[in-house]
C-alpha cells in the first residue's frame, strides 16, 4: 500500500460546480496534512493545511478530514477555469521520517 | 521576504559534467528536501535532511549527491553518474514541528 494515494485524474468539472478531491494515507500517526496546487510548468503552492478532525473553511476551499478512516478531501466550490491544475495532498512526518506526496490529481474545469 | 530560492532557474548540462543546484531558505526551517518531476509525473524524492550534517537517500538518489553545512543552504549536485538528468528539480522545506512546508521556483535542467 502507497502512503499516500490519490486518483490521477483527470477530474473534468464544469464552471461553477463542486470539485471534490480525496486522498487517503497509510500512517495512522499523521497528525497534520497539507493540499498544493501546481499549475504546469510551476512549482506546487500550499493552498490548504488541516490538523484536526472536521472541515476547515478558506475562501472557494474547504478541506476535510477523517483521521478514523484515515482520508483528507479538498473540496473547490464555484469551480473556475483558473482552477484547472494538479493538487497534491501531502503528510508531513509523524511516525514517518518525511514529508510524503501523493502523486497529485489533476482537474480540468471545464467552460 | 522570507522564501525558499532556487537557482538557477534554467541549467544547461553537457553529457558527463557535474552540475550543482542551489536551494536557499531565510524561513529558519529545520527540514529540507530534493524533489524532481519528469513531464507529467508526480514528484519523486532525492535527498532530504533533518538537520544539519545529516541527509538521507530519497527514492531515487542514485547519480547525485547533496551537503547541508548550513541551516539555510542545500545544494544539490547531478553527476555525470546520472544518465538522465533532465528534468524539473524541486527544493522544499519545513520547521521541524511540520506547521507548513514551501516549495522553491524549481530549476529546470537540461542536458545538451
Known amino acids: 500500500q502507497k502512503e499516500v494515494e490519490q486518483n490521477s485524474g483527470p477530474l473534468s468539472v464544469p464552471e461553477g460546480a463542486i470539485a471534490s478531491l480525496n486522498c487517503t494515507y497509510s500512517d495512522r500517526g499523521s497528525q497534520s496534512f497539507f493540499w498544493y496546487r501546481q499549475y504546469s510548468g510551476k512549482s506546487p503552492e500550499l493552498i490548504m493545511s488541516?490538523?484536526?478532525?472536521g472541515d476547515k473553511e478558506d475562501g472557494r476551499f474547504t478541506a476535510q478530514l477523517n483521521k478514523a478512516s484515515q482520508y483528507v478531501s479538498l473540496l473547490i466550490r464555484d469551480s473556475q477555469p483558473s482552477d484547472s491544475a494538479t493538487y497534491l495532498c501531502a503528510v508531513p512526518p509523524g511516525t514517518a521520517s518525511k514529508l510524503t506526496f501523493g502523486t497529485g490529481t489533476r482537474l480540468q474545469v471545464t467552460l | 521576504d522570507g522564501g525558499i530560492t532556487q537557482s538557477p532557474k534554467y541549467l544547461f548540462r553537457k553529457e558527463g559534467q557535474n552540475v550543482t543546484l542551489s536551494c536557499e531558505q531565510n524561513?529558519?526551517?529545520?527540514?529540507m528536501y530534493w524533489y524532481r518531476q519528469d513531464p507529467g509525473q508526480g514528484l519523486r524524492l532525492i535527498y532530504y535532511?533533518?538537520?544539519?550534517?545529516?541527509?538521507q537517500k530519497g527514492d531515487i538518489a542514485e547519480g547525485y549527491s547533496v551537503s547541508r553545512e548550513k541551516k539555510e543552504s542545500f545544494p544539490l549536485t547531478v553527476t555525470s553518474a546520472q544518465k538522465n538528468p533532465t528534468a524539473f528539480y524541486l527544493c522544499?522545506?519545513?520547521?521541524?514541528?511540520?506547521?507548513?512546508?514551501?516549495f522553491g521556483q524549481g530549476t529546470r535542467l537540461t542536458v545538451v
Open positions: 524561513l529558519n526551517h529545520d527540514a
Open positions: 488541516i490538523y484536526s478532525n
Open positions: 535532511s533533518q538537520i544539519v550534517n545529516d541527509f
Open positions: 522544499a522545506s519545513h520547521t521541524g514541528t511540520a506547521i507548513e512546508a514551501f
